[in-house]
């Protein structure tokens, strides 16, 4: 009893992590082959369609984090992005759909440090959240200074949630404690914002490498785990996936803490929106499916969600150029 | 936000039933027949009748055997290229419809759309796709065989199409026609094969679709025109077709029962391996003859695995069949459904800890939850008994030699899967197992180029793979010795100096000489009617004994096989200094010319088998998935053998070199005729270093002898090269433990030359192989 009401109060805090224990996750085992063919089947389990589907989809609109991540965003860039946040669809599919009292809109809008403040800016008046990548993103081998300095300008700027990238060194030569002091230093950076961490899964090397990452970084407090930049050569993939839910799932059964998870970089259709939906309501329940806890780090998804809902509503298959840019 | 429903359409399906007014003849010669003595078949997830399936009587029966025996000729004459163009022709027809055929499936059995769409279907195009190459490239691959000919094939409810491919696809890769009977509970996708075969444009009679129930397969299977049964289903059903078909000369391939171990370590990813128990005890509603429905877990992670399997049961759906979002459907029929739920109930009145899943399902439907039962022993019913049904018993083990002990307590022998990411350990495990199957970090993977079958209970013969194609082919026939060819001493040759001093001969049994049990013994004669000396009269006793022994000299089957050619060659080189006091006994106990050619060929033969001690390898298969599959051969074990009395000596000394050089354990009844030789061979062995319970040698009555023997159930397999009116009782007497049997009709081996197709034969059938998935990737 003692143990289900713990779990009952903690439910709705954020992680608030754990000292440093390395038989938490120095052991842990993942078989390659066999999580892949878990990923082969578990889509092929489940099936959503017609009106069940559209109501999948629309809570994936709700869980991306719309995003532009170039060398050459502009502030002009940002602001039709932050129009298409806050309406994802257009007008016609939300009515059609009967769903205006949803107040339909995307999850977050991430972007670079520098366009933080036009994308407050734009935003003003919604919900929805800023995300900054930070921490010398994407490949974070700037001065470990520099990288504290920039969550906390970042935050100073308004982003609500912070997504941080991971020294990938650290991982690939088992240098645990440092990657866990690194990621608890973000976190108390971050202070009400939320950390994500990026492990940029594509460099990791193994699944176990994930499995291990994604432990010392919920230990030190991450929010959400992130598999990636969308800059690696592979990001985000279904067996990343399952290691990284699983890693949620038993952090969950032994703390209490809901960690959010967020694939990134690759994920543009709709049927894979589905798939990743499937995945993690399969493996970490229902309670997952919700923007506090589940993300899709993504630029062209929307687009073709959209697209998606158009055929549902009118049984044609509509085209790009129906549809506002995001 | 759930799922929602996501029905696959039965539309087409519906229509193909209509337009064929939902009732359905056999496939006979090409033809459907009319409809007559119909019964009816019924969807199992709600009670729908399905369609009236004609009962296949006598007269049915012996035209399917009439047509397929016209067939079969012109069928076996065909050039390979030829039979492999119907072959890729089926298997193109079969993708071509692969939806409806998933439907209909699904219709009939109560398994899920998903199943049979994504595992059934495909593996069975594969199948023919597989076959269409083994019939293209049959006659360089074995060149000294032929086609059996005729083949009864008898398959089960649980994969109908499935083992229709695994039955068909082999037999007419190989020239062989058939005669199939479906289950009678799933008949349908059959009999749209028969469409499929019409429309492949196959000759006529080639293959043959009987539907019906027991009484029409027991028809089948007694036909005398039949010359092989390929039987997949119960093992209780194969004992009676085992004795059914006993001394018939019918080869028999059984895939019977199991009750497979599915082993956790505590170093194994755990997460994966509950999905891997998925995939093992809730395919196909645990109707799986392999299915792992016994779960070993190490015991210091019992109370995780199963908290996560209960998690895991949770989120299982069942419902539905058409249902994409489904994960288990019905089960067959309603008498199934209550021997699941009797057998489960027994093990709740023993004190059994039981966890079922809530379902909410079609009251017309046969449902049953996925079940986990835990605080069960290894003595009860439920964990020594196949269920056929979504029923998990849970048992703990400390140490991987436990685990064995654990596993191999069973009358079984089809699969095991094994988890652990440590490969030396799954390594080690995987040949102690005794299962024609060993899935390491996998469970229920099937591949076409694999060979699938059981050790002791569930069955012999292979099915896929090379393997399998052996099982539907002979030894070309022409390779028998000519019965009219008797061998008459060409020469007189003087009699013998009559012994002077009494000799004892003694049986040989664990390494010692031992007396006959009786007391009793008989008089031995040269061929001059002079006495020689008196030999042991074995009985049940010495059988006990003997049998006892070579179950102990397990080293002998685990050693290295370089060991075992030293001790073979050594023994030759023992007896080679010996050759000349074998003949002159020899010479005067048998009419039987040229014996010290024979002799010789003795030396030669145990220097052949040596050889062939570390060179009968195994093969490595190539499935389409990352997986290597070792397809390794084993000893079968204790192999009790009856020598021919043709060339006695010859033949006891080679039959004695090829089974033991694969590393089985013999007790060997020499020539009934003429035993004398024999048991003084073991002079040689004793001074050759074969270790001791190795070779048992017994005189005696082979028919008594030879009864006892087949019903002895600490024997794996039991080879008969006596006259023909012996085997009969061997094969009926053996189903107890359903031993491998061999006999050969009373055919005359020539046992002078090893290489010789009917000796090849048996080397291969000294051993049994087992294959071991090892999935990669990093």
């Known amino acids: 009893m003692a143990q289900i009401l713990k779990h009952h109060l903690l439910n709705d805090l954020r992680n608030q992590g754990l000292p440093y224990d390395e038989h938490l996750f120095i052991d842990k085992k993942v078989n390659t082959s066999a999580v892949e063919r878990r990923c082969a089947t578990v889509t092929k389990r489940r099936s959503v369609k017609k009106v069940s589907q559209a109501a999948w989809l629309l809570k994936a609109i709700s869980c991306i984090d719309l995003t532009t991540l170039s060398g050459d965003d502009t502030p002009g860039r940002v602001k039709r992005l932050c129009a298409k946040a806050r309406s994802p669809i257009k007008r016609s599919i939300v009515d059609a759909l009967q769903v205006r009292d949803l107040n339909l809109q995307v999850g977050a809008v991430c972007v670079y440090h520098d366009m933080v403040k036009e994308a407050r800016n734009s935003l003003r008046g919604s919900e929805i959240p800023v995300a900054a990548v930070s921490t010398g993103f994407p490949a974070g081998l700037t001065p470990f200074k520099l990288k504290v300095l920039e969550i906390h300008e970042s935050v100073a700027a308004g982003a609500e949630e912070i997504d941080v990238v991971i020294s990938r060194q650290h991982v690939l030569n088992a240098n645990w404690k440092k990657l866990y002091d690194e990621v608890k230093e973000y976190k108390s950076a971050c202070g009400k914002s939320h950390l994500k961490t990026i492990l940029a899964t594509g460099e990791l090397g193994t699944l176990r490498n994930v499995a291990k990452a994604s432990w010392v970084c919920m230990m030190a407090g991450a929010d959400f785990i992130k598999t990636s930049t969308g800059k690696e050569n592979i990001n985000a993939t279904l067996p990343v996936t399952l290691v990284m839910l699983r890693a949620i799932r038993d952090y969950y059964e032994l703390t209490g803490h809901k960690v959010g998870y967020k694939p990134a970089g690759g994920i543009s259709k709709a049927k894979d929106a589905l798939n990743y939906l499937i995945i993690v309501n399969e493996e970490l329940g229902r309670a997952w499916l919700n923007p506090k806890l589940f993300r899709f780090g993504a630029s062209s998804l929307l687009s073709d969600i959209e697209r998606q809902l158009d055929f549902y509503i009118t049984g044609q298959y509509s085209a790009f150029n129906r549809h506002g840019l995001s | ?778």
């Open chain 2, 1 to 778: 936000m759930d799922y929602g429903e996501a029905l696959e359409s039965d539309l087409i399906a519906q229509e193909w039933l209509k337009s064929k007014n939902r009732s359905f003849g056999h496939f006979i010669n090409g033809k459907f027949t009319k409809p007559k003595k119909t019964f009816k078949t019924f969807n199992p997830a709600n009670g729908d009748v399905l369609a009236n399936i004609s009962k296949g009587d006598t007269t049915d029966v012996v035209s399917a055997i009439k047509a397929a025996t016209t067939a079969q000729k012109k069928w076996s004459s065909l050039y390979p290229h030829d039979r492999a163009k119907y072959l890729y022709a089926i298997a193109r027809i079969i993708q071509k419809n692969s939806r409806l055929l998933s439907v209909l499936e699904t219709l009939e059995n109560g398994k899920s759309i998903r199943e049979t769409r994504d595992i059934d279907v495909p593996l069975v195009v594969r199948h023919f796709y597989h076959h269409a190459g083994w019939a293209e490239i049959i006659d360089e691959e074995f060149s000294n065989y032929e086609p059996v000919g005729v083949v009864a094939q008898i398959i089960p409810w649980n994969f109908p199409l499935l083992m229709l491919s695994w039955k068909i696809a082999p037999a007419l890769a190989a020239g062989n026609c058939v005669v199939l009977k479906p289950a009678e509970y799933t008949s349908l996708t059959a009999l749209y094969f028969s469409q499929i075969c019409e429309m492949a444009q196959l000759p006529k009679g080639v293959v043959n679709i009987i539907t019906g129930d027991g009484e029409t397969g027991e028809n089948l299977i007694k036909h005398n025109s039949i010359n092989k049964i390929a039987f997949t289903g119960s093992t209780e059903v194969g004992r009676r077709i085992r004795k059914a078909t006993a001394g018939k000369d019918k080869k028999v391939t059984f895939e019977l029962g199991g009750k497979s171990p599915f082993i956790i370590f505590d170093d194994a990813d755990i997460d994966s391996a509950i999905e891997g128990l998925v995939d093992a005890i809730w395919l196909n509603q645990g109707e799986v003859c392999c299915a792992g429905s016994r779960l070993l877990v190490q015991e210091n992670i019992y109370e995780i695995v199963k908290k996560k399997i209960i998690a895991r049961i949770k989120k299982l759906r069942v419902g539905n069949p058409l249902d994409k979002s489904i994960d288990m459907g019905a089960i067959i029929n309603k008498s199934q459904l209550n021997k699941i739920e009797n057998m489960v109930e027994i093990s709740r009145g023993e004190g059994a800890n039981i966890f079922q899943a809530e379902i909410n399902c079609n009251e017309k439907g046969c449902f049953y939850p996925p079940t986990l039962i835990s605080n069960v022993e290894s003595s009860m019913e439920i964990v020594r008994e196949e269920i056929f049904g979504p029923v998990l018993v849970m048992l703990t083990f400390r140490t991987p030699s436990e685990a064995v002990e654990i596993s191999n307590n069973t009358q079984y022998g089809l699969a095991a899967s094994i988890w652990t990411e440590n490969i030396n350990l799954a390594l080690d495990m995987a040949p102690k197992i005794k299962a024609g199957v060993i899935w390491i970090n996998s469970s229920n993977i099937f591949d076409a180029a694999v060979g699938f079958g059981g050790y002791r209970e569930s069955g012999f013969g292979r099915e896929g793979g090379k393997e399998g194609i052996f099982e539907y082919l002979k030894p070309k026939e022409s390779q028998y010795v000519r019965q009219t060819t008797a061998l008459k001493k060409s020469r007189k040759i003087k009699k013998s100096t009559v012994l002077k001093i009494d000799e004892t001969r003694k049986f040989f049994i664990g390494g010692s000489q031992v007396r006959p049990d009786s007391g009793y013994s008989k008089k031995i004669f040269d061929i001059y009617g002079g006495f020689v000396t008196e030999v042991g009269i074995g009985n049940r006793k010495d059988i006990r004994d003997g049998v006892e022994a070579a179950l102990k000299a397990v080293s002998w089957s685990t050693t290295t096989s370089h060991n075992r050619s030293q001790v073979i060659y050594y023994l030759a080189e023992n007896f080679s200094k010996r050759k000349d006091e074998f003949s002159t006994y020899l010479e005067n106990l048998t009419s039987e010319h040229d014996i010290d050619i024979q002799v010789e060929n003795s030396i030669k033969n145990l220097f052949y088998y040596a050889a062939w001690s570390d060179k009968l390898d195994g093969i490595v298969h190539q499935a389409p998935i990352k997986a290597n599959t070792l397809a390794i051969n084993e000893p079968i074990g204790v192999i009790a053998i009856l020598c021919s009395d043709y060339m006695p000596f010859l033949s006891f000394v080679t039959v004695l070199g090829l089974a033991i050089s694969q590393g089985n354990r013999v007790v060997i009844i020499p020539s009934e005729k003429n035993p004398l030789t024999c048991l003084d061979f073991f002079q040689v062995i004793e001074t050759s270093d074969i270790p001791d319970g190795v070779v048992n040698i017994i005189s005696g009555n082979h028919d008594e002898l030879g009864e006892v023997l087949s019903k002895h159930n600490g024997i794996d397999a039991i080879w008969c090269f006596g006259e023909k009116n012996k085997f009969k009782n061997i094969e009926a007497l053996s189903i107890s433990n359903l031993k491998q049997t061999l006999t050969f009709e009373g055919k005359r081996i020539d046992w002078s030359n090893p290489k010789s197709p009917i000796l090849k034969e048996i080397l291969r059938k000294s051993v049994q192989v087992k294959n071991i998935w090892i999935p990669y990737g990093e």
